[in-house]
């Protein structure tokens, strides 16, 4: 079995209040369009997201007031929720990285298809 191994940093995920709030400050600036959008109903959140060089800079928001979004907001404000790291083997490293202690919320891995929300 391959050896689990970071690759690249996938994405940068900033948690806000507003995510078209927020990228328009970005907008206004850095110039960064921020073109890109969805929900995750799965996960209760609304995305903004621009591509840096291959990373992506998304912006989330809560969508349901008990959504994890909401609740990190209430309980540590606005700012860097996670990010994440394009991995090799990816479900060893989480495996390894629970044996060292280390918390996942959600626990399991979520796989998300974005290959309809980026050219």
């Known amino acids: 079995m391959e050896e689990p191994q970071i690759e690249a940093i996938e994405e940068i995920v900033i948690a806000v ?3 078209d709030q927020a990228a328009g400050r970005f ?3 850095f110039g960064m369009e921020f073109g890109f959008g969805w929900t995750v109903p799965g996960q209760k959140v609304k995305v903004r997201s621009e591509v840096i060089d291959g990373t992506q800079l998304q912006f ?3 969508t349901d ?3 994890v979004v909401s609740k990190f907001i209430k ?3 606005k700012g860097l929720n996670h990010f994440a790291f394009k991995v090799k083997n990816l479900r060893e490293m989480v495996k390894r ?3 060292k202690g280390v918390k996942f919320i959600p626990e399991d891995i ?3 298809d974005l290959t309809d929300k980026y050219p």
């Open 60 to 62: 989330i928001q809560a």
């Open 65 to 67: 007031p008990e959504s």
């Open 110 to 112: 979520v796989e998300i």
């Open 75 to 77: 309980v540590k404000g």
């Open 27 to 29: 907008k206004d600036l």
């Open 97 to 99: 990285l629970k044996g």
């Open 17 to 19: 209040k507003e995510v």
